[in-house]
């Protein structure tokens, strides 16, 4: 891939295309993992410095926006596991409700919706709450987020079954 080989020759203008092409992406990701846009601002910022850092040492088996995410999902995991972190629900919205022409209580209703769903996505274990993210909320495939990872494929669709089953009993009061 050309801009790889730009990023590797050390082309400013290459990273500042991966930057503009990727980081509201790799932004979305931790906001959504992180549950706080300063936390996932700095972990964009980190993601960053370590492909600039080693994107000679990417190998290309897997897609550069794989091996984006997968630094990006470490980088969330371990912030995670930290203690030291504080966690606020609601804070990044999940989803838009789709309506052109939305009334007040569409938009009330839509935004209890959005809270709820992000609450119950934000109180997932990180494992579960990291392939509904990739998968569901950006469409990756279970072979991205397989390798993005670093697990085997049924590994992913048995967190990802688990996660939805979990989301769906969590919601379960709000849709009847």
Avoid at 91 to 103: F, G, Q, V, Y
Avoid at 144 to 158: P, Y
Wanted: proline share 2%; aromatic share 6%.
């Amino acid at each position: 891939m050309e801009l790889i080989g730009s990023l590797r020759r050390g082309e400013s203008q290459a990273f500042e295309t991966l930057v503009l092409t990727y980081q509201h992406r790799i932004f979305s990701i931790a906001a959504r993992m992180l549950g706080d846009s300063g936390e996932a601002e700095e972990v964009a910022q980190e993601v960053f410095l370590r492909v600039h850092r080693s994107i000679r040492d990417f190998r290309g088996e897997a897609k550069l926006s794989t091996w984006l995410y997968a630094i990006t999902s470490r980088l969330c995991l371990n912030r995670l596991k930290s203690g030291g972190r504080r966690r606020r629900a609601g804070e990044a919205p999940l989803m838009k409700i789709a309506d052109p022409h939305p009334n007040a209580a569409a938009i009330l209703e839509g935004s209890e919706v959005e809270t709820a769903l992000h609450r119950a996505i934000g109180e997932l274990d990180e494992e579960r709450r990291i392939v509904i993210v990739l998968r569901d909320l950006h469409g990756l495939s279970y072979e991205e987020i397989a390798a993005a990872l670093e697990l085997e494929l049924g590994t992913v669709r048995s967190r990802l079954h688990r996660a939805r089953m979990e989301l769906k009993e969590r919601l379960k009061g709000l849709f009847g």
